[in-house]
């Protein structure tokens, strides 16, 4: 291995032990004699310094032609230090160049002067390697691997719903049409159809995180036409036990987080709060607040992103539930309530003023499954393979998809998106 430790399992105790530590030139400075070198890797910085006396001759003359984001191998002796910022430093023996900057980094990777998010995203490969970056997705591993747990705690089991499609699973045109042999397909907008079918199949509590695409031409800082989607669908269920589970499953996220990743937090300057409980709020009820605090809403309108965050001030709730929502704002599935047709079993989970999670109670009558695409003006013959899907014994269920970007984004603290996705893909951009 190239490597004994990462950066961060060197500490003031290990003084006097030989380590090999690998990662890039983040940084190089002289004072007087005494050269130093700033290595990064993906866990953050070590010290290492170069001292006439204390290190070999050549390796003097080798640091100095050093250029940031040199690819370096450093061997040496731990030193525990109360004037170095970190703690400890490195005394090295040797040090061995294994990738040279042949061309300008596009920008400085320390932050001191800050670079335009395009011209970060031209050059991803590079922008990762940002102790901040790297605390984003170190952050979003931990969002998603909370979630397979919380989900496996609850007895569900995981799915792989396909990504290429014969037609809309939810409805509308904003789909990418591909070539698929001699057919015409679609990217998957969803995989709603797919997780619903499990549960009727018999598998009763599914998971998956899955990739969806949506060819929605909007221009903002909230959506991207490629996302993450973190999805789960119960069966002998209804909208109750549905909220139940996404309660549980966030709040589980949350709290593992806030537990295991207080360096990335820390180092991004964000807080993390778990609450005991999420506060539940009828859209009316939403809509009437609004309305009562000099903001102009219609009742079967959805919120604006403007209107969402003047709720949470509003309530002094950063995460809160908004339940029984106008069926003809959700999609076709959801639920009526029977007393009152014009409202659905839906749910969405804001966070921060923003949506990160949607759901509801779906229909498993086919005769309703016709009527509510009717009343949206939609085919029910380009649906028939779904709707026969709910004649041969079906259950109540109900689910919710969380989107992983924008928990990320929240969770961090981030302004655009865009810095929640590794690699993303919006209405311009498909490099690198």
């Not at 030193?79 to 040797?94: D, Y």
Request: charged share 30%.
């Amino acid at each position: 291995m190239m490597r004994s430790h990462y950066n961060s399992e060197v500490t003031a105790e290990m003084d006097g032990k030989h380590v090999k530590l690998a990662g890039w030139t983040h940084e190089t400075r002289t004072f007087g004699k005494v050269n130093f070198l700033i290595l990064r890797d993906r866990t953050g910085l070590m010290q290492v310094i170069f001292k006439s006396g204390e290190v070999p001759e050549d390796l003097l003359e080798n640091v100095k032609g050093l250029v940031k984001e040199t690819a370096v191998v450093v061997e040496g002796k731990v030193r525990a230090s109360k004037i170095a910022n970190l703690g400890r430093e490195l005394v090295p023996t040797k040090l061995e160049v294994v990738g040279k900057v042949l061309k300008q980094v596009p920008f400085e990777l320390t932050g001191k002067v800050p670079a335009e998010i395009d011209v970060r995203l031209d050059h991803r490969f590079v922008d990762i390697r940002r102790i901040e970056v790297q605390a984003v997705f170190k952050i979003r591993s931990e969002v998603q691997r909370a979630f397979r747990e919380a989900c496996l705690g609850l007895q569900m089991q995981e799915i792989n719903p396909p990504s290429l499609v014969e037609a809309a699973t939810e409805g509308g045109t904003d789909l990418f049409e591909v070539k698929y042999f001699e057919k015409k397909a679609f990217l998957a907008q969803s995989p709603q159809l797919y997780k619903q079918l499990a549960v009727l199949g018999g598998m009763d509590r599914v998971f998956m995180v899955s990739p969806i695409w949506r060819a929605e031409k909007h221009n903002t800082t909230q959506h991207l036409n490629e996302v993450t989607q973190m999805d789960v669908e119960l069966g002998f269920a209804g909208e109750e036990d549905a909220l139940q589970a996404l309660e549980k499953v966030v709040l589980h996220v949350l709290k593992e987080v806030k537990e295991n990743c207080g360096k990335e937090l820390e180092t991004l300057k964000v807080k993390v709060d778990v609450p005991n409980k999420i506060a539940r709020h009828p859209y009316s009820e939403l809509v009437e607040l609004l309305n009562k605090n000099g903001e102009k809403m219609e009742w079967g309108k959805d919120f604006s992103k403007e209107q969402e965050e003047k709720l949470q001030a509003l309530l002094k709730e950063e995460l809160f539930f908004v339940t029984r929502w106008p069926t003809l704002v959700r999609a076709f599935y959801s639920m009526p309530l029977t007393e009152d047709p014009k409202t659905c079993r839906a749910y969405d989970l804001m966070y921060r003023g923003l949506e990160i999670a949607s759901g509801a109670q779906r229909i498993h009558d086919p005769e309703l499954l016709v009527k509510q695409l009717q009343a949206r003006g939609l085919d029910a013959k380009q649906f028939e393979d779904y709707v026969d899907a709910f004649k041969y014994g079906p259950v109540p269920h109900a689910g919710w998809s969380i989107g992983a970007e924008r928990l990320t984004m929240k969770i961090c603290g981030l302004h655009n998106i865009r810095e929640a996705s590794l690699f993303p893909r919006d209405r311009n951009r498909l490099r690198p």
